[in-house]
Structures are given as C-alpha cells and as structure tokens.
C-alpha cells in the first residue's frame, strides 16, 4: 500500500529496509542471507551493518537471454542491521543514524525453540515479542515528538508564525495517539502532514513488516503458524504485513548448488525461497513495483512506486530524461517475450507510444524518448 500518492515524491531508486528485532532471534543470520555480508569479527562491538540483496527478477535474466547485452542489472534493496533491542530501550532507537531515512521497519520475531540459546524473555511468543517492539517504537517516537513540541512553543512565543501553529497541531494530535500506545502509522496521516514529517525520522509512522523466523518443524506448514499464533491478525493492521522464513533453513540451501536447493525446497513444500518471500513482501507492503529497459548495453529493472507517471518514471534512469521526456515506448513483459523482439512488438501492435501522464505498470519494458 503506497505511503503517498504519485507525484514528486514517487520515485524510489532502491528500498531501504531496517531490520530490527530482540536479541537472539536470528535477525542477523537472515542480514547476512538476505546481502552475503560477512559475520562480524567474535568480540566485536555490536553496531549497525549495511547490506545491499538483489531482487530477484527472472524476468531480467529473460530479457537477457532475448537480447545478449554486456550487463544485468537487477533492482536492489538495502538493510541496515540494527544491534538487539531489549525491553525498555527506546530512548536508544530516537538518535540512531542507522534508521534514518529507512523506507520501511523488517522485525524479525524468534518462533524457533532451542535449548542452547534461550529467548531473552523466558518463553517463545512472537505475537508478545512483535507487540513488546511496537511499544518501543511508540515510545520512541512519544520523545522525538515532546521534543519538538517544546521547540515548537517556544517559537511561537516569539513569532507566532502560521506554520508552526499548523506543526504544534499536528504534533499534538500525534503526542494523543502514541500516549495511548497507537502506533503513527494507524492515525490516517494525509499526505500533506506525512510530508511535513519526513525530516523527523518517526519510527511508528514507517510501513512495518514482521518476519517469523520458523524452526524446520514448522516452516511447512507457515500460514497455519502464523494463524495460530496471532500473527497473521496482527498483520491485518494498517501498513503492517506478516511473512514467514526459516533462517536455518535458508543457511543450509545458500550451502548447496542451486539444482539441489530447488530439490530440498520441493521436498519442504516452499513455493519460493524465503528470502525472496521476504523482498516480495516488502515491496507490495510499500506498493513498489519494477519496469524494465533493454539493449545492447544493458537490461535492467527500476524501482518505482505503483501509480508512478511515465515522465516521474523516466527520471528513476536519469534527471534529462524526465526533464527531456517526448514519449515513452511501452510494450508488455509477456508480449516482448512472445514476439521475441521490439521490431516484432512494433508490427503486431504490441508496442504503444504513450505520453508523460501514463501509469507505469510492473513488467512495463520501455524506451523513453527525450530531448535536452
């Protein structure tokens, strides 16, 4: 679900993700699946980490096989690993960099037993666990919002400028909502107030996905998991969505040859890898989608906003194309593919010439025309 309506603002060149969870949930294990970072060094200190995933796309790898260029280029998602919450910690969460400017929160709930590494809060529960970091970004946000609320007075003590009596409205209406611990992202913010907002870096207010990371024994049967354990109705709430993945898993397949992982994932029953679940999750929770480009040179996804404009689109490749747009060439994934190539989309009617107001569509392949 889109966070704002197209416009300036609908571009998004490459999500960012923030992953976050309780200590010994596994949330750095999925980190370093999900990017191939490294472990961190025994004894180092505990800090945030930054790893770039490819999104999978077979449909890159499709193109390319239609039109031999000299690179592949997928879209990309990056995750900021944030150090272990505990209970009580939000005051640590309000000056984090590391969650600045992050698209959207990935925590990771533990729904594994294990006698050799026991859950920091006595028991496994993920719907406690999911419920225990909801507070924590409430709280969070309750002292970045008091903060600027003292400012704000005392401003309008001085000036009384129109603007900051606007903001002190909002920032009440805010300060009620988390005091009585509802998260910013269920107030139905508009746009206008979500824009306002974008330089403070609230944490409640940002799309939240919960990840469940699942023993073997229960991984086959994940969506009857999540049922049962309230997870999944947690995840009906406004711009929250729930997934499963099962990171010991995910461990043992990245170590086989990829013939073999297919052969295991079959044999589980996964429809998909988990880490792919994962990504696909977060960009329909944040509605993103990809068109692609081709060529000699290069074939390529790009990242946009569901409902994006051809002429906002075109400047996800570069500033002169979007400042340059004529038209935009668009003919359907499935339709190139059929056809075999743009000349043969050109004869049969598949390919469109469409203006600066069209609707990008997930799977559009297009050619921008432009002039600077």
């Avoid at 570069?318 to 190139?336: C, M, N, Q, T, Y």
Wanted: charged letters at 30%; a negative charge.
């Amino acid at each position: 679900m889109p966070r704002s309506s197209p416009g300036a603002a609908a571009i998004i060149l490459a999500m960012k993700a923030g992953l976050l969870g309780l200590s010994l949930v596994g949330k750095s294990t999925l980190f370093q699946l999900l990017t191939g970072a490294p472990s961190p060094p025994p004894g180092s200190r505990p800090e945030a980490r930054l790893g770039v995933a490819r999104v999978p796309d077979p449909r890159v790898e499709t193109l390319a096989g239609i039109f031999n260029p000299k690179k592949k280029t997928w879209a990309t998602v990056e995750y900021v690993d944030v150090p272990g919450v505990t209970r009580g910690e939000s005051q640590a969460l309000v000056d984090l960099p590391a969650l600045r400017g992050v698209d959207v929160l990935v925590h990771v709930v533990r729904a594994f037993e294990s006698e050799l590494v026991p859950h920091p809060e006595g028991s496994i529960d993920p719907l406690r666990d999911a419920s225990v970091l909801d507070v924590e970004l409430i709280l969070a946000d309750l002292v970045t919002v008091e903060r600027r609320l003292e400012r704000l007075e005392a401003s309008i003590q001085k000036a009384k400028l129109a603007d900051d009596v606007a903001e002190r409205e909002l920032f009440l209406r805010l300060k009620q909502g988390l005091e009585t611990e509802k998260p910013l992202r269920e107030l139905g913010l508009s746009d206008e107030e979500r824009r306002r907002l974008r330089g403070y870096a609230l944490l409640s207010e940002k799309p939240l996905l919960v990840v469940a990371n699942l023993g073997e024994d229960l991984i086959q049967d994940a969506a009857g998991y999540l049922d049962s354990s309230g997870l999944a109705e947690f995840g009906q709430r406004p711009q929250v969505a729930v997934c499963a993945v099962s990171a010991p898993i995910e461990a043992e397949m990245a170590e086989l040859e990829p013939a073999d992982a297919d052969s295991f994932r079959e044999d589980l029953g996964l429809a998909e890898p988990g880490l792919e679940r994962v990504i696909r999750t977060s960009y329909e929770l944040l509605g993103l989608a990809s068109f692609l480009t081709v060529g000699e040179d290069e074939c390529r996804a790009w990242t946009i906003r569901r409902g994006t404009r051809a002429q906002l689109a075109a400047g996800a490749i570069h500033s002169d194309i979007e400042r340059g747009f004529i038209r935009a060439e668009v003919v359907p994934f499935d339709d190139l593919v059929a056809a075999g190539s743009i000349a043969a989309c050109r004869e049969a009617g598949t390919l469109r010439l469409e203006g600066k107001d069209y609707e990008v569509k997930d799977g559009d392949v297009i050619n921008f025309r432009f002039a600077v």
